[in-house]
């Protein structure tokens, strides 16, 4: 059992990485506390006012330590990225997005929990909706949240699938388009793209953890057996293009960029689901123009 259970509503996975990151420092400004589970036989690092699980090594281990808490979320953040995955990544990817969530559920479901947040991403689906994931993590990200519906209605769980699509802002490490820009905006060096065309929505990472908070409250009316999926989306949608002559424009003159492929047809480029489900009760908070000032205007280049 888990210390000072009765002042703990939330169980975190992925606590370490860029979402989970900003998520535990609101919650240590906001002074909520939560209760951070770490992979299986792994020390879980402490975040402010959090607690670390203990070690555990199985889903009764890990069961025994949430059985004491009083109706908490989970919110599984945890997840292994990768957009074109080599062949000695796939043993990562489907252990990170498949193996050591199945495991949090059984716990979750041992202890006795209902309530879930399961974070996933838009990569899942086409421009209308159908599913049709973009490539093997996307595949396998969908049988996470396929695998939640099937506890949700043996058990039964009250769950959303929230779907991410671009997130940025903040101390932001990861090795994607918004930090390359970022970086390269500061050092001045070229910055190779692909297409211009591609079209992006971008949410800032204030409104992803508002998001994800509000979601914890949106599953307490939710039918038990019943997973909803909602989308977190920015309020603006546009191409890399015009997101890079934006910032040439003003926010960031250095930046030099140099695109390749000019064929907005190329089955490569990912739409934007614009008319996807969306988590009822929330709107994003932080404008486009605002966030890409405060992200660029950070002092150093994460």
């Known amino acids: 059992m888990v210390d000072h259970e009765k002042n703990i509503s939330l169980c975190i996975t992925g606590a370490t ?72 990544q796939v043993e990562e990817i489907v252990a990170g997005n498949l193996t050591y969530p199945t495991m949090i559920l059984e716990a979750w479901v041992r202890a006795g929990h209902s309530r879930v947040v399961n974070v996933g991403t838009s990569w899942e689906f086409s421009d209308d909706g159908e599913e049709v ?20 209605t043996r058990h039964p769980l009250q769950a959303i699938n929230l779907k991410l699509n671009d997130t940025y802002g903040g101390d932001d ?21 692909g297409y211009s065309e591609q079209r992006i929505n971008l949410t800032y990472i204030d409104d992803v953890v508002s998001g994800l908070l509000h979601a914890a409250g949106v599953t307490e009316g939710i039918a038990p057996g019943q997973t909803r999926t909602a989308f977190l989306l920015g309020s603006e949608t546009c191409t890399i293009g015009e997101l890079v002559d934006f910032l040439q424009g003003g926010i960031a003159p250095g930046l030099k960029v140099r695109f390749h492929g000019a064929s907005p047809s190329d089955q490569s480029l990912r739409g934007v689901w614009e008319d996807a489900p969306r988590l009822p009760g ?6 486009l123009v605002a966030g890409l000032t405060e992200y660029f205007g950070r002092e150093g280049a994460e």
Not at 61 to 83: E, I
Request: proline share 6%; net charge positive; with cysteine.
């Open 17 to 88: 990485g860029y979402v989970g990151r900003h998520l535990t420092a609101h919650l240590a400004a906001t002074g909520q506390r939560a209760l951070l589970i770490g992979r299986p036989g792994a020390e879980q690092p402490l975040a402010s006012g959090c607690v670390a699980a203990s070690p555990w090594q199985n889903a009764g281990d890990l069961a025994g330590q949430l059985s004491g808490l009083d109706r908490p979320v989970l919110l599984n953040l945890a997840g292994y990225f990768v957009k074109e995955h080599r062949a000695d």
């Open 133 to 152: 994931p973009l490539n093997f993590y996307a595949a396998i990200k969908q049988a996470n949240a396929r695998l939640l519906q099937w506890y949700a």
């Open 282 to 287: 929330w709107q994003p908070m932080v404008g």
């Open 173 to 193: 490490r990861r090795a994607k388009l918004m930090p390359m820009l970022k970086r390269h905006a500061a050092t001045g060096e070229l910055a190779e793209l």
